[in-house]
């Protein structure tokens, strides 16, 4: 299959009370198709018209325990990245029947007992972290019983499968589709100077809404190539192309402030350096917002700070903003699926990122403070 896989940008979390959506890598046994997606997370519900209406206590949480040195200088962000995580398990989407070498058809996976949802975890004695693997493991398996161990609503089990030779294919199938927990597209927020970066400004979740545990993962470069607007009740989304055989770093975290990761070497888009302010410095007025919409280049665009929550310890919800470019509200309705991540600028420095929008308002959403990212 061609290593460019088309991604639409998806939500992959909600962070609040609404249904989370989490598209990953689709996998079929013998045959690698990937439909990569992820996200900026939507708020369902509406903006409050005062900002004296939005509450200021957004809880008590545990600071984070990463240094980040006062003033620091980081790269800017704004520009699409491709990733790829290897979580716990596949999951099961699909069951599909095939005719053996003998004409029978058959589904040895469905007659073991699996079911879609189920979370294969190991396949003859082999921990699997992704669908290439247990894709490796049924061809090479020469029809021999495979025990294999999965997780169906929070429960092991185990059950024995027989791969059959596909009549067609003459490869060793189980009539299994899967998905990898996570691979997708996300918004760069930022590049330390030793290289490590953060992203997204929200965790990558599973489709029970999960944060998937992040075992290693890749960054590949990307191309946005499309947008759909958003209106009132549909937030819009960015699409986008991940080059597979372009390698930029990898993944080491994946947690409630967003993805992190290290690059191989500074990428050329790397070329802004910005201070880091810290949460009491940002105040409701003025600021931008950096992203990358069709055409490949980062752009710079108008927003206003609405509410600065003031915040002494690490939560995901640190401001409230509504976009104010005309530019932007033309090219895209405002705040669209694709834009988690995206750094937003104010006095010279970098104070946050995009997390979330609100459905019934898409030019408006919230940030998480960018201090909070560098310290977890």
Request: with cysteine.
């Amino acid at each position: 299959m061609n290593k460019q896989n088309i991604a639409r940008l998806l939500m992959l979390s909600v962070l609040v009370a609404v249904v989370v959506a989490n598209v990953g890598a689709f996998v079929s046994d013998g045959d690698n198709v990937c439909f990569a997606a992820v996200a900026a997370d939507k708020a369902d519900n509406e903006l409050p018209l005062a900002a004296s209406d939005i509450i200021d206590d957004l809880g008590n949480l545990v600071v984070g325990t990463k240094p980040v040195t006062p003033g620091e200088e980081v790269y800017l962000g704004g520009v699409p990245l491709g990733l790829t995580i290897d979580g716990n398990g596949v999951t099961v989407i699909g069951l599909n029947e095939f005719f053996d070498e003998n004409g029978t058809l058959c589904c040895p996976a469905l007659n073991a007992g699996l079911q879609i949802n189920d979370v294969i975890l190991q396949l003859d004695g082999r921990t699997i972290y992704g669908s290439a693997k247990l894709s490796d493991i049924v061809l090479a398996s020469g029809g021999n019983t495979l025990d294999v161990v999965y997780s169906r609503d929070g429960e092991k089990h185990t059950a024995q499968i027989v791969p059959k030779r596909d009549l067609t294919a003459g490869n060793y199938r189980i009539g299994l589709w899967t998905r990898d927990s996570s691979c997708g597209i996300g918004t760069l927020t930022y590049i330390r100077k030793n290289l490590n970066f953060g992203c997204l400004g929200h965790p990558i979740t599973d489709n029970r809404g999960n944060v998937v545990v992040c075992k290693n993962g890749g960054v590949f470069v990307c191309d946005i190539n499309g947008v759909e607007p958003g209106r009132a009740g549909a937030a819009g989304e960015l699409r986008g192309t991940i080059g597979y055989d372009k390698r930029l770093g990898s993944i080491y975290a994946n947690n409630k402030y967003g993805v992190y990761g290290s690059f191989d070497r500074l990428p050329d888009f790397a070329n802004t350096a910005i201070e880091v302010a810290d949460p009491s410095e940002v105040t409701p007025g003025y600021a931008n917002i950096y992203c990358t919409l069709d055409g490949g280049k980062r752009e710079k665009f108008d927003i206003e700070i609405i509410k600065a929550n003031r915040q002494t310890s690490c939560d995901d919800k640190g401001i409230v903003f509504r976009v104010t470019d005309k530019d932007l509200l033309a090219r895209t309705g405002g705040i669209v699926q694709g834009m988690s991540g995206s750094p937003i600028v104010q006095n010279g420095k970098l104070v946050a990122a995009v997390t979330h929008v609100f459905v019934s308002k898409p030019a408006s959403g919230y940030g998480i403070y960018a201090k909070w990212m560098l310290t977890n």
